[in-house]
């Protein structure tokens, strides 16, 4: 039986992925990994794939509660 106890020793097996070596360069990461890490609270960046549609959809999605939000204000302060 094989036991590999240098396993153990690897800093970046159990740590988030943001503190990993080779994840913190200061590269720029797309809108799939930043939600990926969102969502994941820092676990893991391909969480949601590879498609930029989805990291788009909940960019957009946010954007688009910010401006319903900004106006609905706008509007029940207005009337109220």
Known sequence: MNF?????????????VVF???FNDFEAINANQAWSLFFS???EDKE?????EVGRFFTNLLIAVGVVGS??????????
């Open 20 to 22: 990993r070596s080779d």
């Open 41 to 43: 609270i820092g676990k």
């Open 48 to 52: 949601l794939g590879f498609n930029p």
């Open 71 to 80: 106006i609905g204000g706008g509007v029940f302060t207005y009337l109220g």
């Open 4 to 16: 590999d106890v240098d396993i153990y020793r690897n800093k970046d097996l159990f740590a988030p």
